[in-house]
């Protein structure tokens, strides 16, 4: 039982002309898995994951956030990178703090990556920024006309 794998594994295709091969090395997998014991077996759609024009419009709303935006950190005024700047959007888009203890005592906010997210999920991060540059006049480098539809009500 050494050397059995513990750790869930995910197989998956992105067409029909692999799914037979993808099955049998997930098949090969299982029958392996339960030489210790059970298996359990998930097939499932896959979420479309966040697109790389969402992810040019992310990088360049954070830089104009960044450049514009003062923040209070530690309880002074300051101006953020770009990579703060996401950690406070993302986690205000889904209304959710992570905190951990810091290993020198204080705390530390857990980010969440948005390179896992979905096109639904970093679009409500996109929003989410919209209206908070809205709030604090954050003018976008992107110019109006070029943004998707739904945001444009937000800008």
């Given at each position: 039982m050494g050397n059995v794998i513990h750790k869930p594994r995910h197989f998956w295709s992105a067409?029909?002309?692999?799914?037979?091969?993808?099955?049998?090395?997930?098949?090969?997998?299982?029958?392996?898995?339960?030489?210790?014991?059970?298996?359990?077996?998930i097939v499932r759609p896959v979420k479309s994951r966040r697109t790389l024009e969402q992810n040019a419009k992310l990088w360049a709303m954070l830089g104009d956030i960044s450049r514009q935006v003062e923040w209070p950190v530690n309880g002074l005024m300051q101006r953020l990178d770009?990579?703060?700047?996401?950690?406070?959007?993302t986690a205000a888009a889904r209304q959710e703090i992570r905190m951990a203890q810091g290993v020198n005592g204080g705390v530390v906010m857990l980010g969440v990556s948005t390179k896992r997210m979905s096109v639904q999920e970093l679009g409500d991060v996109i929003?989410?920024?919209?209206?908070?540059?809205?709030?604090?006049?954050?003018?976008?480098?992107?110019?109006?006309?070029?943004?998707?539809?739904?945001?444009?009500?937000?800008?």
């Open positions: 067409g029909s002309n692999r799914i037979r091969e993808v099955f049998k090395v997930a098949y090969l997998f299982a029958t392996e898995l339960s030489a210790a014991g059970a298996v359990e077996i770009s990579e703060d700047w996401k950690a406070l959007m929003e989410c920024m919209y209206v908070f540059g809205a709030e604090k006049g954050v003018i976008w480098s992107e110019p109006k006309g070029r943004m998707p539809e739904q945001w444009e009500a937000a800008a």
